[in-house]
């Protein structure tokens, strides 16, 4: 099906086991509209309008919703599989109790946004800007997340769970140089007027040191283990 323009859908309540599978929306205006139990499957909503929108217990698979505005929208047991959301606008939307896995977020938009109890799972948000949204718990050690924007005070990254690999592109978008140092040793240095201790133990291969990032993320540690 495919359902263009002409219909605007703007607060609409979509509920109760309500399917939509294969359908194509073309610049749609689903703002402020509410989708409470809903399936969505192998569809194209790419460009849409669902800014303010509400969505409860909705699962959304094999989709497409780049440069869907969904700023200002409130998310609630909501699950994102195998989907690309590319460009997409989700500045001021609040996230809760949801998951995302094998999805594009890439490009995308996510400024003052308020995530809690967010699972991600091999996800992609390569050149995703997340000004002044805090990623404190969240784990992005299976997603891609090279080329992030945050703000200049880079706190938004505190708290945040990154793989060992990850931190060299936090590293960098902090100005932090990577040093190469061979296993065994142990670096003692000053940062923030405290002492830090960062220990290599790979015996096989060199370790890099990218414990500063981490650090600077999570600073309840004195010390890091690589």
């Not at 263009?4 to 073309?26: H, N, Y």
């Not at 996510?110 to 718990?137: H, I, M, N, Q, Y």
Request: charged share 20%; hydrophobic share 40%; glycine share 4%.
């Amino acid at each position: 099906y495919e359902i263009s323009a002409c219909l605007v859908g703007s607060e609409m309540c979509i509920e109760t086991d309500v399917q939509f599978s294969k359908c194509r929306f073309t610049r749609c205006d689903f703002s402020q509209s509410r989708f409470l139990s809903v399936a969505v499957k192998n569809c194209d909503f790419s460009n849409c309008n669902f800014s303010e929108s509400f969505w409860k217990q909705v699962t959304i698979t094999d989709s497409r919703g780049n440069g869907a505005d969904f700023s200002q929208s409130c998310c609630k047991e909501l699950t994102l599989c195998d989907s690309s959301f590319a460009y997409a606008n989700f500045s001021k939307s609040q996230w809760e109790n949801s998951a995302v896995s094998n999805c594009s977020f890439k490009e995308s938009f996510w400024a003052e946004v308020r995530l809690k109890k967010l699972t991600l799972a091999a996800s992609v948000f390569s050149g995703a800007d997340f000004f002044k949204t805090p990623l404190k718990d969240l784990d992005f050690s299976d997603c891609k997340i090279d080329g992030i924007t945050v703000s200049e005070t880079f706190k938004e990254l505190r708290g945040m769970q990154i793989n060992l690999l990850q931190s060299a592109d936090i590293a960098r978008l902090l100005g932090i140089k990577i040093f190469k140092i061979p296993a065994g040793f142990i670096l003692i240095f000053t940062h923030n007027n405290k002492t830090w201790i960062a220990v290599i133990k790979n015996n096989n291969n060199p370790g890099f040191v990218f414990f500063l990032s981490l650090i600077h993320i999570s600073e309840p540690t004195r010390q890091a283990e690589i």
